[in-house]
């Protein structure tokens, strides 16, 4: 329409008050040497006074047509200047004439108002993406008490959301005061090697600490002042965005992500930054708890066994090897670590009912009447029982419960056949038998491994599980032999 041959659009934004950022939204030109966006003067004018100004794009011309007028329209939106229209390269350097000057700046408040629309649907877009990934990252660390995967979904969840090509995330240790490298993307191991432990001291890390508030660097190498800067750098390193992770009033560490070129980053990413370090934090904090509470919890199940084993020289060491081969047997049988600690607590326990049986009746050299072996036999439903109130582990209670039924049926407490009992029951039944037939008895001696393993095969299919007992015999020799022969003498 008005035989322009080259164009662009530039927007507008106000990143604070007195303070605006222009953003190249598109161009249109025959070729490079005369791509059109106007120079900082000419923005600052037509911002400022809401009107076309008129220029020559290439001022060093000589002659009209190679000084290519131009005119800068503004775009508008409720009397407010959101972007700027640029044309120039009319036929034989012509000038862009009042009436023509009048019909853009119509049409730059249609576009203007197009382009707003555009811009802030893009910005909700983005605020669904990122309230997205917020709710999706805090649902997995909520649920999740595993550490490594929590930290590596909070960091790829920065790296996503806000394009970051390096995070980082470090945490204090309080004896030496370094803060240590946990968890990165986009590093390098050689660079993650030499600073996983820094002191944040007169950085903008101890500052972070100090304060409890974000610090943002838009271009490291520029920035002033002694605490703006990190206590490592490499040139990949030009912007850098820094949370803390705190919890309960308590700084944890540091959430960190850099650029690779100058970088102004926005309240909203900086928001999301810190609602990031906000859940690792509770994250952090609900897993060191949760480690207490199991180290209190282990330090309670070996308590009831030794209290069991302090009644009977013969089961003394007795319940920790069972524990340890019955791990060691889940492992082999490709078990999770869950498991492999269900079955390793079960085997803690398994004989916890005993503590209710007479010493007389445990201690027994000669044979047991009715009455007695119906009081053994009931000491798995006892165990089970004690432990319930306590809320252990619904499949612990089942493996002590069941950890004396037969695999082809007529064992107890519950005769149960094959696959109806519990796995955990059948690694504890199979690893139970074998201490007990390679530990001392009160009625005789121990047997070598080899018979023990022969009664084992032997047994496969009628009181053992025959998958259970081929993945026990595929336990390595010498760890085998260190377990039953670093925990003392035991009974079954």
């Known amino acids: 329409m008005t035989g322009a041959t080259s164009g662009s659009v530039v927007m507008l934004t106000e990143v604070m008050p007195g303070s605006t950022e222009s953003e190249t939204a598109a161009t249109l030109e025959p070729c490079n040497e005369l791509r059109l966006v106007p120079a900082g003067d000419i923005v600052a004018i037509v911002k400022r006074e809401g009107r076309a100004v008129h220029f020559d794009s290439c001022p060093e011309g000589n002659t009209p047509e190679e000084r290519r007028p131009a005119v800068a329209i503004p775009l508008t939106v409720g009397g407010k200047v959101t972007g700027i229209l640029t044309l120039a390269g009319r036929p034989e350097g012509a000038r862009f004439t009042e009436d023509e000057t009048i019909f853009l700046t119509t049409l730059g408040t249609s576009l203007g108002l197009a382009l707003e629309n555009a811009r802030l649907f893009r910005q909700l877009q983005a605020k669904a993406t990122k309230l997205e990934r917020l709710i999706e990252v805090g649902k997995m660390i909520s649920s999740s008490l595993n550490i490594d995967q929590v930290l590596e979904s909070a960091l790829m969840s920065l790296r996503d959301v806000l394009g970051a090509q390096w ?53 490291l190498t520029t920035a002033n002042g002694s605490e703006l800067h990190l206590p490592y750098y490499t040139k990949e390193m030009r912007a850098v965005a820094v ?29 999301y930054m810190a609602t990031i370090a906000s859940k690792t934090g509770l994250a952090l904090e609900n897993a060191r708890l949760y480690s207490s509470l199991q180290e209190y919890y282990l330090s309670a199940v070996q308590a009831l066994a030794a209290a069991l084993e302090a009644k009977d020289v013969y089961t003394r060491g007795h319940s920790m090897r069972v524990a340890k081969l019955a791990r060691a047997c889940a492992r082999v049988l490709g078990l999770g670590v869950e498991e492999q600690e269900q079955v390793y607590l079960a085997g803690l326990l398994h004989d916890l009912g005993k503590i209710g049986v007479s010493e007389d009746i445990l201690l027994k050299r000669g044979t047991l009447t009715a009455e007695e072996r119906k009081e053994i036999q009931g000491h798995p439903e006892v165990g089970a029982r004690i432990l319930e109130p306590a809320r252990f582990p619904a499949e612990v209670i089942a493996a002590v419960r069941h950890h004396h039924e037969d695999y082809r049926g007529g064992g107890y407490p519950a005769g149960l056949v094959g696959e109806d009992i519990p796995l955990l029951a059948r690694i504890i039944r199979v690893a139970d038998a074998y201490d007990a037939m390679t530990s001392a008895r009160p009625y005789r001696e121990a047997l070598t491994a080899q018979r023990a393993r022969e009664e084992l095969r032997r047994c496969a299919g009628e009181q053992f599980d025959p998958r259970v007992v081929d993945a026990f015999l595929r336990i390595p020799q010498e760890e085998l032999e260190d377990i039953t022969t670093g925990g003392g003498e035991g009974v079954l």
């Open 243 to 271: 949370v803390p992770i705190e919890v309960g009033g308590k700084i944890l560490g540091t959430l960190k992500v850099y650029s690779p070129v100058p970088r102004r980053w926005s309240k909203e990413e900086i928001a």
């Open 167 to 219: 995070c980082a995330l470090r945490l204090l240790d309080k004896d030496t005061g370094k803060l240590v490298l946990k968890a990165s993307l986009g590093m390098s191991s050689k660079l993650q090697a030499s600073i996983s432990r820094v002191r944040p001291d007169g950085t903008l890390l101890g500052k972070v600490l100090q304060t409890g508030k974000p610090i943002v660097v838009e271009d």
